[in-house]
C-alpha cells in the first residue's frame, strides 16, 4: 500500500528556535499534502492544504507565520515550525492525497514536538 | 455546515465479537465520501475503509464492513471478530465538494475501542 513517511518522528527543542519536519509520500505523487495538529486526547484539526508548486492554503486562525510550509516537489512538504513556544508543543501529522477514485489519504506516521 | 459526529467516546468488546462504532454526518453535498480510520497508540492514522456516497453496496474490507444508510446519514464501521490488536482510536472522516478547495477530510472526535481478551 501506499507509503508516507514522516521525520523526525520526535523532537525536543528549546522555546525561540525552528524546527522543520518533513513529510515524503515514498511510492507514490501527492500534487496535494495536509498538515493536522493533533491535541491530546482529540481529533485531528486541520492546519493547511500543501500544494505541489504553490502557497500553501492555511485555515482560520493558523499564523502562516509560524507554520511554514514549502511543498517542492511531488514527494515532499515541510512544515516549519518557527520561534517555537511550550504552546506549540502538540503532534502533527501530515498527509498525501493520492489521486483515485476514493482520493484517500495515507498519513505519515506524526511528529510529536516538544517545546521546552 | 459539514460535520461528523461519534458519540461514543469510549467502547469495550469481548476478543472474537463483533462491535459497531456509530458515526453520523451531516452535509449538503450530493456527492461526498465517508472514511474510517484507526489511530494506534504510535500516532499514525491507518486507513480502513471508504464509502461513496453513489455506491450501493456497503463497502466491506476484511474484518470492517461500513453500515451505510444514507437517509439516515450514518456510516457505522462494523468490526467482526475482534482482536486485542484492534484496541485503538478509530475516526470517522468525511470528504465532500465543499469541505475545502482541495477535498480535504474533516474527522469526527474519535471513538476508544478496548478489546478484552
Known amino acids: 500500500g501506499a507509503v508516507v513517511s514522516q521525520h523526525p518522528s520526535r523532537v525536543i527543542c528549546k522555546s525561540g528556535t525552528s524546527v522543520k519536519i518533513e513529510c515524503r509520500s515514498l511510492d507514490f505523487q501527492a500534487t496535494t499534502m495536509f498538515w493536522y495538529r493533533q491535541f491530546p486526547k482529540k481529533s485531528l484539526m486541520l492546519m493547511a492544504t500543501s500544494n505541489e508548486g504553490s502557497k500553501a492554503t492555511y485555515e482560520q486562525g493558523v499564523e502562516k507565520d509560524k507554520f511554514l510550509i514549502n511543498h517542492a516537489s511531488l514527494t515532499l512538504s515541510t512544515l516549519t515550525v518557527t520561534s517555537a513556544h511550550p504552546e506549540d508543543s502538540s503532534f502533527y501529522i501530515c498527509?498525501?492525497?493520492?489521486?483515485?477514485?476514493?482520493?484517500?489519504?495515507?498519513f505519515g506516521e506524526g511528529s510529536r514536538l516538544t517545546v521546552l | 455546515a459539514q460535520k461528523i459526529t461519534q458519540t461514543q467516546p469510549g467502547m469495550f468488546v469481548q476478543e472474537k465479537e463483533a462491535v459497531t462504532l456509530d458515526c453520523t454526518y451531516d452535509t449538503s453535498d450530493q456527492s461526498y465520501g465517508l472514511f474510517w480510520y484507526k489511530q494506534p497508540s504510535s500516532g499514525e492514522m491507518i486507513f480502513l475503509i471508504y464509502q461513496g456516497s453513489y455506491d450501493e453496496q456497503n463497502a466491506t474490507e476484511g474484518r470492517y464492513s461500513l453500515n451505510f444508510q444514507k437517509a439516515r446519514k450514518s456510516a457505522n464501521l462494523v468490526i467482526s471478530a475482534s482482536q486485542l490488536g484492534d484496541s485503538a482510536m478509530y475516526f470517522c472522516a468525511m470528504r465532500g465538494a465543499s469541505v475545502g478547495s482541495q477535498g480535504n477530510l474533516i474527522f469526527g472526535k474519535g471513538t476508544k475501542l478496548s478489546v478484552k481478551p
Open positions: 498527509s498525501a492525497r493520492r489521486d483515485s477514485r476514493a482520493g484517500e489519504l495515507f
